[in-house]
């Protein structure tokens, strides 16, 4: 509409020109003259009109996109405070996540020390009922002793009533007396005899694994006892009956080798001369 008015006046304003040219009456002229200006006058008064209203129009817009502007930017500071206030509960949550991390692995950290600790103390209550049980059975089996030396014979009547029945064939009796004896009485110099005819009776019966165990009795706790060439002796010969010939041959020549004047020597060098051994080769 604005665009056709302001094409109507350029018309009338190069009619105007056109006609001020040409030859007309003086007072046609005039009149026409008159009336372009009138019709100027108004449409300057309309364009005024129109530029007022657009004035006003774009005032309208112009407020509008202030208030616009500054709700946007309200709205945008709202975001902005909100993002902030996300931001800093996230931080505050996850630094209470980490501290309560931190408290909870103390809180292990506690609880293992303190599985340390109780399996250490559980550890020191079993050794202390441990030791309390070995002490109660140790006093209990002194007590036994106490009881069965206060009823078991003199160690001498002992000695002599097992030895009495050995010499008679008595060689279960035997066993049981010997076998009292060294429980009774082991500290004494005659419990290594004990224990060597232990082993012969053994030997006889072909138990040569019980007669080879109370030999090493007598070698091992009575190492200079008036039995222990004879205990050796035997021994390899136990083991030769066992088919353990190297390790019987090397016992007969440790004979020879720590008894070389005894009668115990002599037998071993016999036994390893039938054998076709040297008898003067030790390992």
């Known amino acids: 509409m604005k665009s056709n008015r302001f094409t109507a006046v350029f018309t009338l304003l190069l009619l105007l020109a056109f006609s001020s040219l040409l030859p007309s009456p003086a007072f046609a002229a005039s009149k026409e003259i008159i009336q372009l200006q009138t019709q100027v006058d108004q449409l300057q008064q309309q364009m005024t009109q129109m530029k007022q209203s657009f004035d006003e129009r774009m005032g309208v817009m112009r407020n509008l996109l202030e208030k616009n502007t500054d709700a946007a930017n309200k709205v945008s500071a709202a975001i902005d405070g909100l993002q902030s206030s996300i931001n800093k509960q996230q931080t505050d949550r996850a630094a209470q996540v980490d ?4 408290q909870i692995q103390a809180l292990n950290d506690t609880m293992d020390e303190l599985k340390v600790r109780l399996a250490k ?19 209990a089996q002194a007590q036994q002793q106490a009881q069965a030396m206060a009823q078991a014979p003199p160690p001498d009547v002992l000695y002599n009533n097992a030895l009495r029945d050995y010499n008679g064939g008595n060689n279960d ?24 005819y232990v082993a012969e009776i053994a030997y006889k019966a072909g138990d040569y694994q019980k007669a080879i165990a109370n030999y090493d009795l007598v070698l091992q706790n009575f190492p200079g006892g008036n039995k222990a060439a004879a205990a050796q002796l035997k021994k390899g010969l136990a083991l030769i009956e066992m088919g ?3 390790d019987g041959v090397q016992e007969l020549k440790h004979v020879i080798q720590r008894y070389p004047r005894t009668n115990e020597a002599t037998q071993a060098r016999d036994k390893l001369r039938k054998m076709g051994q040297v008898a003067t080769k030790t390992r």
């Open 173 to 196: 009796v035997a066993m049981q007396e010997f076998n009292d004896y060294v429980k009774f009485y082991p500290n004494t110099d005659l419990a290594g005899n004990a224990y060597f």
């Open 121 to 139: 103390l559980s550890k020191q209550f079993e050794d202390m009922q441990s030791a309390q049980q070995s002490m109660a059975a140790q006093q």
């Open 244 to 246: 353990k010939e190297d």
């Open 99 to 102: 501290q309560i991390s931190g």
